[in-house]
């Protein structure tokens, strides 16, 4: 396996985990009678799962054969 894809096997893990979290703080089991504080846990882990996945799906990184090329053609 090469490094890139134990790197996007490591953050699709990373995102299923967080918004797991977030399914079961959204679904009561932590923080059971703070409703205020469940909303922020769960916004907060499925924020969190949210980045992790665009990692996974390279949002962060440009991903091209070209990478020289920066739009700024004249």
Known sequence: MTRNRKRRASLL?????????????FG????????TGRVI??????LLGTVWLGGYFGAFFRRGKDSSDSGDSI
Not at 13 to 25: R, Y
Not at 41 to 46: C, D, P, Q, R
């Open 28 to 35: 009561g089991l932590i923080l059971k009678n703070d409703k």
């Open 41 to 46: 846990f769960g916004s907060a882990w499925t």
């Open 13 to 25: 893990a990373a995102s299923v985990i967080c918004l797991a979290i977030a399914i079961v703080a």
